[in-house]
């Protein structure tokens, strides 16, 4: 005859799973997981006009409207930053987005995406699988790391709630921002305007109006 257990074990066995399930919940939802789309083509670039002044760490920023920059992409790798620096207050998250072959191959190559310091960089268990993309280059050509600034309060919201693995669109503006202390101080914070380049000043310093989510 088989005995029957109690029903506090019961109950500690469903809370445990319970737990477990939050937990595999919550790393998954931080996290995102890693996915590939096909299809997306280069992000679209055109001259802009215009500014808006931001304030940050005792600096007057003139954030400068050089381009207007709309981009459909696989996002392949966030971070956050919420330190005490004048960049981690005007922006405070990176999004490295991929497209082109580098988000189509995405899952088929484990790029080991990683970001810190304001920058991204990625590693491949073999050189070869680089062929896919075209190489090194093709992984600069159609891929990015971008420093959002948020139009507003909304925006700011949607900006948090994007993880690994979303496909977005983003709108907006590619800015430079130069500001001045009452002391007289400057600072200084440029982006790049060219997907060809890579090392410093290579990120897109991208002021964003829209969000949209896609499939």
């Known amino acids: 005859m ?13 809370v445990l799973v319970c737990i477990v399930i939050g ?29 808006v002044i931001l304030e940050a760490g005792g600096y007057n920023f003139v954030t400068t ?12 790798h966030t971070k956050d930053y919420y330190g005490n620096s004048v960049e981690d207050q005007l922006s405070h998250k990176d999004l490295a987005l991929a497209w082109g072959a580098v988000a189509e191959y995405n ?16 590693k491949v268990d073999t050189r070869k ?16 790391n971008n420093h959002i600034i948020s139009a507003d309060g909304g925006v700011e919201s949607q900006i948090r709630a994007i993880r690994r693995g979303d496909h977005v669109r983003l709108k907006g503006y590619l800015v430079n921002l130069d500001g001045i202390a009452s002391g007289g101080k400057s600072y200084h914070w440029h982006t790049s305007t060219t997907r060809n380049d890579t090392g410093n000043h290579s990120c ?4 964003v109006t829209e969000v949209t989510w896609l499939d």
């Open 129 to 144: 699988e680089l062929d896919n993309v075209g190489g090194i280059k093709g992984i600069s050509q159609h891929s990015s």
């Open 204 to 207: 897109e310093v991208f002021y």
């Open 65 to 76: 409207f050089l381009y207007n920059y709309d981009i459909d992409a696989l996002v392949v």
């Open 23 to 51: 937990i595999a919940g919550f790393i998954w939802y931080k996290n995102g997981t890693r996915r590939a789309i096909k299809g997306l083509d280069d992000p679209i670039q055109e001259p802009a006009e215009g500014s």
């Open 107 to 122: 899952e088929f190559i484990d790029f080991h995406w990683h970001q810190e310091g304001r920058f991204y960089s990625y």
């Open 2 to 14: 088989m005995k029957k257990k109690s029903p506090i074990k019961i109950i500690i066995i469903i």
